[in-house]
């Protein structure tokens, strides 16, 4: 059998110019094309040729190869650097310039808020050409490992018993310093090194303690300060909630963000807000799961969307044919109280500050204790009480438009419409983890693969690479 052999001396192994490289259905060039297509001054790129002083990268070229490098899972600079000496798309993309990786790095580092808009702008050129609509959304988080241990997050207590002991250890070297400085032993430059790190680390420590105290947190973690501890499938880390908002036709995201937050709690209206911010007119559904269940949706309401999420006892199903549960009890709005199905009232009692919520009891225990339901209905020996939320008119209409045939049919899209992207991301783009510190770099690090999800999807949509510069070109 024959065998196919390489000669590296073979003198026409490239083509003679750069632009041969890759052919036209090449991945590469709908991204070159899209990066072109967006609008470079909403971003707040500065493109100035007139600047003085050594001749800089093309802010747009870096561009460029941050967000192709991203498509393909490669997210360090280093790889970065080596794929524009190696990999022929990335020479093509870059025409032949080779920046290092310092280069590469500081470029991000630099223009976070400018990557942060790069998904906002990909976004509006998909409304352009038809493949956003906005007319109902869904929202979702997912949890995304930080660049920081999980070890190195404590609480005031654990802070301040890791400063005693620094500053003990640091006495202990000053004394030693000093003994080993009347002998002058060679080890006193090591020593000192030693002390010089342990002061370091004492002054690092002291601003983690006044940090905690001006923005009243109970834990920080000292190689991150942004990120919070979350427990997920892959267990208990130290990381960010990652948040997406994807548009109903084709799934793709509008917007997306990252908050310090190890629950989907306060989130909803915030994300609604930023999705319509980009879609630059209001949506007609806002749907999300249990985890958004919040008196915040109230805002997204007001604003005459629809919005479809379920509360939590609907989440857990919890049985509904309870002969006394809460449905059961008879609200009377005028005279703010409950009747029970004996007839009995529940008066108004307390506002809890803490849970937000008010409570109603039973106008005397012996009421319920005379009661041939006792020990069913309750065995509460103060009798029973019923919990009225603040919202709680909000809270039933939104149960039972999520109860209804045309809610369940919508709420049922998704988990189709919303976990793509998660698994794009997290597997294919090698995403289930965060390269850099700081809220604002991991903000800017997201919005770089929600955009390359939405450049896959766009290509895929407009029937190829040659289809999609083909309609940005009459954009």
């Known amino acids: 059998m024959a065998y196919k052999e390489g000669d590296r001396c073979q003198m026409t192994l490239l083509p003679p110019v750069i632009e041969d490289y890759v052919g036209y259905n090449d991945p590469v060039r709908a991204y070159d094309a899209i990066i072109d297509a967006i609008e470079i001054e909403e971003l707040g790129l ?152 342990k ?10 303690l006044e940090q905690m105290d001006i923005e009243k947190r109970r834990k920080i973690n000292s190689t991150d300060t942004d990120c919070v501890n979350f427990t997920g499938r892959q267990g208990s880390h130290a990381g960010y909630s990652a948040q997406i908002t994807v548009d109903e036709k084709h799934g793709l995201i509008v917007s997306a963000d990252v908050v310090s937050e190890n629950n989907d709690y306060n989130q909803f209206s915030t ?47 919890e049985p509904t044919d309870d002969p006394f549960g809460k449905d059961k009890f008879l609200y009377d709005a005028e005279n703010n109280q409950y009747l029970c199905p004996e007839g009995k009232r529940l008066k108004y009692s307390y506002y809890s500050t803490k849970r937000y919520h008010y409570i109603y009891r039973i106008e005397k225990a012996a009421l319920c204790k005379g009661c041939p339901h006792f020990g069913v209905c309750t065995n509460y020996r103060r009798g029973r009480s019923i919990v009225r939320l603040k919202e709680e008119e909000l809270r039933e209409k939104l149960e039972a438009r999520y109860a209804s045939e045309e809610g369940q049919a919508i709420y049922k899209k998704r988990k189709e419409k919303v976990e793509s992207p998660f698994g794009h991301i997290k597997r294919n783009l090698n995403g289930g983890h965060f390269l850099v510190r700081g809220l604002g770099a991991v903000k800017a690090e997201w919005a770089l693969l929600a955009s390359c999800f939405n450049i896959a999807r ?18």
């Open 271 to 317: 994300q609604i807000k930023q999705a319509v911010d980009t879609l630059g007119r209001s949506c007609q559904t806002a749907v999300a799961d249990a985890g958004y269940c919040n008196d915040s949706l109230k805002e997204t309401v007001a604003k005459q969307i629809d919005v479809i999420v379920p509360s939590r006892r609907q989440a857990q199903r």
């Open 46 to 197: 500065v493109i100035d040729p007139n600047q003085v002083g050594n001749s800089a990268y093309d802010p747009k070229i870096m561009l460029k190869l941050l967000v192709y490098g991203y498509s393909y899972g490669w997210r360090s600079s280093r790889k970065l650097e080596r794929a524009c000496h190696h990999n022929l798309s990335f020479i093509w993309l870059m025409g032949g310039l080779k920046p290092d990786h310092k280069t590469i790095a500081n470029f991000r580092k630099d223009n976070k808020e400018v990557i942060v808009k790069v998904l906002k702008q990909t976004a509006r050129l998909c409304i352009k050409l038809d493949l956003i609509e906005g007319n109902c959304l869904f929202a979702d988080s997912t949890k995304v490992r930080g660049a920081a241990s999980i070890g190195e997050t404590r609480s005031k207590v654990g802070w301040e018993k890791k400063l005693k002991e620094i500053d003990q250890g640091i006495e202990h070297l000053l004394r030693e310093c000093n003994e080993t400085d009347k002998i002058e032993e060679a080890s006193l430059v090591e020593m000192k090194q030693e002390l010089r790190d």
């Open 199 to 208: 002061q370091k680390l004492q002054h690092k420590i002291k601003g983690l």
């Open 458 to 475: 766009m290509i895929t949509l407009s029937g190829g690479v040659r289809g999609l510069t083909g309609r940005l070109a009459s954009v």
